[in-house]
């Protein structure tokens, strides 16, 4: 059997959208699957649309996700070069010949004549296209013209009737009459060759056996068939992911979130959830199963398990995988993760083991790993300032009496565990006739400055006795003076 080859091939536009990574992911895990190597392919060929360090930025989150190429830029294979602007040469050589067997011509129409005959088309409710005039040039007015340099394009000589035809995976039989196409151009006036010409001609020769990408590229790919025909190589088996869908069902947009890949990292999104969870974009398991490894999708990702209708990105459901894959790693694994920030934090200066603690003690509750900063703060700084609204629910006029004579019990516990301090507590609220709750509340607002976190009794054991006196006695003070 033919080796399985596929590829990812992205327009560098300076970041990774989730619908990319999607792409790669699937091109990924079909080719591990089977055996086979992905490629990575610069698809660079729209000059106007370069971004400076896109490629960089690209790889980077590639390889930060585990979407690994085995070819591609920087990873030399025997197909390269894998940038498409180092392969002119190769599109040029390929244009001309397609002009030599009659399958394309030149076009020397100029840029005003092309927006008449469209504005032409418009008014009178036809789609528009090219009207095709330079097809009929003879001979002698096309090197008459290539010899005074007239700025030309080279265009596809669709065929006039029939039918394209082909096989796609997800959508099955697609067939397309000939004669709504439009003479597509694959080489402009600049010399580069458009999308179009540049994606056959490399996956042909970069040996490609299934193209698998979004469902935005079906429309074009009866022209690509036609231009495998041309040259007459054999077509690779086609694959059209379903869109991505925003909860309201329009197409995933910027304008609703994010759509880049770095900026679910930065919100601290684990890739094993952004992996997992993009993973469900499109294609479901032979299960209900939702939790998978990288191991495990690559076990069972199959092309005949993606789906045709479109996908919806919903967030609330990242959050929730990427609270399970927290759950799975352990504090030390996470403590690695996050050691820049609580650098960041001045937070180092704490023993490791307490750092490991406090990663202990929030893993169940926190949902994206800035958590283990943003919600943990009071585990290494001191609280002084309480917000009014926790104030308003947990800070009535009895309070400041009840917390003292609770210190007085607080202060005879000598061995300060988490066990000790409830049992202190409860036999307290049982002896004044209130609800653990009276207490614990307020308490907790004391010691964190927060009216939510974790065992208020776990809380009190890892910061230890003296530290959790001085902040009851100083929100004390704090707030008896309000
Ligand atoms: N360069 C195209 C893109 O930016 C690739 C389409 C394809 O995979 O053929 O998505």
């Known amino acids: 059997m033919k080796q399985i080859r596929t590829r990812f091939a992205p327009s560098p536009t300076g970041f990774l959208h989730v619908g990319g990574l999607r792409t790669a992911l699937y091109n990924y895990l079909f080719a591990k699957k089977n055996g086979g190597k992905f490629l990575l392919r610069i698809e660079d060929t729209d000059q106007n649309r370069i971004v400076e360090g896109a490629v960089e930025n690209l790889i980077s989150t590639l390889n930060w996700s585990g979407v690994d190429y085995d070819e591609g830029p920087y990873k030399e294979g025997d197909y390269g070069p894998y940038i498409q602007s180092q392969r002119l040469e190769i599109y040029k050589k390929h244009a001309r010949q397609l002009v030599e067997s009659g399958n394309a011509y030149q076009c020397f129409c100029t840029h005003e004549r092309l927006e ?15 009207d095709r005039l330079c097809r009929s040039l003879n001979p002698e007015q096309v090197i008459e013209k290539l010899n005074n340099n007239t700025p030309h394009v080279i265009r596809m000589k669709i065929p006039l009737i029939g039918e394209t035809i082909f096989e796609d995976v997800v959508r099955g039989k697609v067939s397309i009459a000939n004669k709504i196409l439009d003479d597509q151009v694959i080489i402009k006036t600049d010399g580069f060759p458009t999308y179009h010409l540049a994606v056959v001609v490399d996956d042909h020769f970069m040996e490609i056996s299934h193209v698998i990408r979004g469902e935005e590229w079906l429309p074009s790919t009866p022209k690509h068939i036609l231009l495998y025909n041309f040259f007459g190589w054999e077509v690779p088996l086609f694959a059209h992911l379903p869109l991505l869908l925003n909860p309201d069902k329009s197409k995933l947009s910027k304008r609703q979130g994010d759509v880049a890949v770095e900026d679910f990292r930065a919100k601290g999104f684990l890739k094993e959830s952004i992996i997992n969870f993009i993973a469900l974009l499109g294609w479901h398991p032979s299960d209900d199963r939702e939790i998978f490894s990288f191991d495990e999708l690559i076990n069972e990702f199959t092309l005949e398990r993606i789906g045709k209708s479109g996908a919806i990105f919903n967030i609330e459901k990242l959050q929730w995988l990427n609270q399970q894959h927290i759950r799975k790693l352990s504090a030390e694994e996470i403590f690695i993760l996050l050691r820049n920030e609580f650098d960041k934090e001045g937070w180092l200066k704490y023993p490791e083991d307490y750092i490991l603690k406090v990663i202990n003690l929030m893993k169940e509750r926190v949902l994206v790993l800035t958590d283990f900063v943003n919600l943990c703060k009071y585990f ?9 609204e926790s104030i308003l629910k947990n800070w009535k006029d009895d309070t400041v009496n009840t917390i003292k004579s609770f210190v007085a019990e607080l202060e005879k516990i000598t061995d300060f565990t988490s066990v000790k301090i409830e049992e202190s507590l409860k036999l307290f609220a049982v002896n004044i006739q209130v609800k653990p709750g009276i207490i614990i509340n307020p308490l907790r607002l004391l010691i964190s400055g927060t009216n939510v976190g974790p065992s208020v009794f776990h809380m009190a054991e890892l910061l230890g006795k003296t530290k959790v006196l001085a902040r009851i006695n100083f929100g004390i003070q704090k707030l008896s003076s309000k």
């Open 116 to 130: 008449q005959v469209r504005a032409k088309q418009i008014e009178m409710h036809l789609p528009p296209s090219y």
């Open 380 to 388: 290494y700084e001191e609280p002084n300032s309480f917000t009014e």
